[in-house]
């Protein structure tokens, strides 16, 4: 019996563009998108017997074929043809669900990454990535983390330069949204604003963090805004509190605004915890330390 533990990384989006439809019938996506220190725990054992189960501290979260956790040890299995004696799978949950921050990735991305090195690494990064896609579309980009532009689905992938020192006040409203929902809501209505990719490609380059702020924008952001008023809500706070910049991530319905002083983003993170149960000060994390995640006893 062998065992190991992960940190499952979440990701905010700097920005996420809608390019159009791929033949496939799947949305053409645009995102730079970060990885940030708010993370998952994840123990995975292997040899235990059985076949593959999952606990997590989450009541509500599923942990049959519905988990992405599960979902990811089956695909393993099934790219390696390894036989693991059965798979045990426990998650800690800190990030929020339905919340645009890729939590169910991140897991997943956390499950391939200890199979793979407890099973004394069968695949390579580029085939895990390729595994994970068949899991979901934002696992590639959680198994590689840091900072990226992520194209198509989200599995074509550019590593861009660290961000520079910063912090991120992240706060989730009660009502979250269903990214399928929110994917149709779109069809249904013209975007009249699109994040200008080449611009924050440009900023990130120079390490220039105001500029990465004034970059940021989200497409799907004014859909779930006119649906969830706590989105502009927070917003007003985050940008009332003096940070660089306030967006929502992903499909929603988290806020993240960015800071460059600790203690503004911690007042602002206790502001906004009088109402919100989810907030969070994060930073930047890098692609080494995602691919690092790994501690095997």
């Known amino acids: 019996?062998?065992?190991?533990?992960?940190?499952?990384?979440?990701?905010?989006?700097?920005?996420?563009?809608?390019?159009?439809?791929?033949?496939?019938?799947?949305?053409d996506l645009e995102m730079v998108m970060q990885s940030v220190s708010l993370c998952d725990s994840v123990a995975v054992r292997i040899g235990c017997g059985g076949d593959v189960s999952c606990i997590s501290n989450i009541s509500y979260i599923p942990n049959d074929e519905r988990n992405i956790a599960v979902k990811a040890a089956r695909a393993f299995l099934d790219a390696t043809g390894i036989n693991c004696?059965?798979?045990?799978?426990?998650?800690?949950?800190?990030?929020?669900?339905?919340?645009?921050?890729?939590?169910?990735?991140?897991?997943?991305?956390?499950?391939?990454?200890?199979?793979?090195?407890?099973?004394?690494?069968?695949?390579?990064?580029?085939?895990?990535?390729?595994?994970?896609?068949?899991?979901?579309?934002?696992?590639?980009?959680?198994?590689?983390?840091?900072?990226?532009?992520?194209?198509?689905?989200?599995?074509?992938m550019t590593e861009l330069r660290e961000l520079p020192d910063c912090f991120f006040v992240i706060a989730k409203p009660a009502r979250g949204m269903s990214t399928k929902a929110v994917f149709a809501e779109i069809d249904n209505?013209?975007?009249e604003k699109h994040p200008d990719t080449a611009m924050m490609l440009s900023a990130i380059e120079k390490g220039d963090i105001s500029s990465v702020a004034a970059n940021v924008y989200n497409?799907?952001?004014?859909?779930?805004?006119?649906?969830?008023?706590?989105?502009?809500?927070?917003?007003?706070?985050?940008?009332?509190?003096?940070?660089?910049?306030a967006a929502m991530t992903g499909s929603g319905s988290a806020v993240?605004?960015?800071f460059t002083n600790?203690?503004?983003?911690?007042?602002?993170?206790?502001?906004?915890?009088?109402?919100?149960?989810?907030?969070?000060?994060?930073?930047?994390?890098?692609?080494?330390?995602?691919?690092?995640?790994v501690l095997i006893p």
């Open 1 to 27: 019996m062998r065992y190991g533990f992960a940190k499952a990384y979440a990701k905010l989006n700097l920005t996420l563009d809608v390019l159009g439809l791929l033949d496939d019938g799947y949305h």
């Open 85 to 156: 004696g059965g798979i045990a799978i426990a998650v800690e949950k800190r990030i929020p669900s339905s919340a645009g921050m890729a939590g169910g990735s991140a897991d997943g991305a956390a499950v391939l990454r200890l199979l793979n090195e407890l099973c004394n690494f069968p695949l390579s990064d580029e085939e895990l990535c390729a595994v994970g896609l068949t899991v979901g579309a934002d696992v590639p980009f959680c198994l590689m983390g840091g900072t990226a532009l992520a194209c198509a689905k989200g599995e074509a």
């Open 189 to 191: 209505h013209p975007i």
């Open 219 to 245: 497409v799907f952001e004014p859909v779930v805004a006119a649906d969830v008023r706590d989105v502009a809500r927070i917003k007003n706070v985050i940008l009332d509190g003096g940070a660089l910049c």
């Open 256 to 258: 993240f605004g960015i």
């Open 262 to 293: 600790r203690e503004e983003a911690e007042r602002i993170k206790r502001k906004l915890g009088r109402r919100y149960e989810d907030v969070f000060v994060a930073e930047p994390v890098s692609s080494e330390k995602v691919r690092r995640c």
